[in-house]
């Protein structure tokens, strides 16, 4: 039997993604610019899909960007605010557990002149505002706080960050690729300027994603050619990609988070009942995405423990290099102990996760810890 019980990298496509999928292989393979016969079913599949992931953010569509993926959005937010013509300021404020996707365009403007200011989190990988009041300042252009992290699934409070860069008049950009459609996600709520999804993390393929841009932010493009997406995109639109990732958005169940966050906490009281003090959770034990699992098994090695599992697809927090372990950078900015942290697993659950799975699960790791 196998287990997929790794969500937060990425999802299967959803039954009814991949049958509107199927149907626009061959329904919409005109060029969405296009004025005749061809170009329509494709322009209206992508307007659809437009309005439909704006709905699911509280936007406007036309704030809205199809992009390939959250990696392309996150970069668009970042070097598009700091490629505009009319730039003055050359800080960037980041929080240390972010997403490569957006610590490394940080690194290669840094290489540009660009100041990165990093912001500590607390031993559950929260950010404290007081801390981004504490720094923010007239040089700062852009303030970049993912919305839930990808490996401990805590969630950052956006809007208390948000006000105070609103309070300072900077763009505040947040990477809720986890996020959508595993918690609540309104834009307008959240109080934010920029904001990103990922489809292969919300049931769509892999290939798409799109980045919100609050009416009157203003970014220079990353790729260049027509007129695409309002200018803001140069690129002609997959109907087929842009129709699965509305659909996705289309059918968020909220339901569904509440059966899954049950499913999870079952499976934490399994293994605290089974292990006792050597397993320990890492992220916050409440603000936390409702799928996420991440656990520390004390004085193992999580990606060992991974490979003794039959059958079972989960992600690890330690890397093995050359027969070395390294520490996860979100598990050490949390103040981890190595001991602890080298032994973290990830288990992030699903639509299609069962009571029965969980259990045997556990099952295989109290065959495997003994």
């Known amino acids: 039997m196998t287990i997929y019980l790794d969500h937060n990298a990425s999802t299967p496509v959803a039954p009814s993604v991949a049958a509107l999928m199927q149907r626009y292989v061959t329904a919409a393979y005109g060029n969405p610019s296009s004025m005749h016969w061809a170009g329509y079913p494709a322009r209206a599949a992508v307007s659809r899909a437009r309005e439909q992931v704006a709905a699911s953010l509280g936007a406007a569509p036309d704030e809205i960007v199809f992009t390939s993926g959250g990696s392309e959005a996150n970069n668009m937010a970042i070097k598009g605010l700091w490629f505009a013509p009319d730039r003055i300021c050359d800080e960037i404020i980041v929080s240390a557990v972010e997403h490569p996707a957006v610590i490394a365009p940080c690194r290669f403007l840094e290489r540009l002149g660009a100041r990165i200011t990093m912001l500590p989190v607390d031993c559950h990988g929260r950010v404290t505002p007081a801390d981004l009041a504490r720094v923010i300042g007239p040089r700062t252009l852009l303030v970049s706080i993912m919305h839930a992290n990808n490996e401990v699934g805590t969630v950052q409070p956006i809007r208390a960050l948000a006000d105070i860069a609103r309070a300072h008049a900077v763009p505040f950009h947040t990477d809720a690729a986890q996020s959508l459609g595993k918690i609540d996600v309104d834009a307008n709520a959240l109080g934010v300027d920029l904001l990103t999804i990922a489809g292969h993390k919300l049931y769509a393929p892999k290939g798409i994603g799109a980045l919100y841009i609050r009416r009157g932010v203003q970014l220079e493009s990353l790729i260049h050619g027509a007129g695409h997406e309002s200018g803001r995109r140069a690129g002609t639109e997959s109907a087929l990609l842009a129709a699965a990732l509305g659909e996705a958005c289309a059918i968020v169940d909220r339901n569904e988070q509440d059966r899954v966050r049950q ?108």
């Open 263 to 370: 499913l999870r906490d079952a499976m934490w009281r399994q293994l605290v009942d089974r292990f006792g003090k050597a397993v320990v959770l890492n992220g916050h034990p409440v603000k936390r995405l409702p799928n996420t699992l991440n656990v520390s098994f004390v004085g193992r090695i999580g990606a060992d423990i991974l490979a003794a599992l039959d059958g079972v697809a989960a992600s690890t927090g330690s890397a093995c290099h050359a027969g070395e372990v390294t520490l996860s950078p979100t598990l050490a900015a949390m103040g981890v102990a190595p001991a602890t942290g080298m032994g973290a697993i990830r288990f992030s659950l699903g639509r299609e996760t069962t009571a029965e799975q969980v259990d045997a699960v556990v099952q295989q790791l109290g065959r495997v810890l003994g």
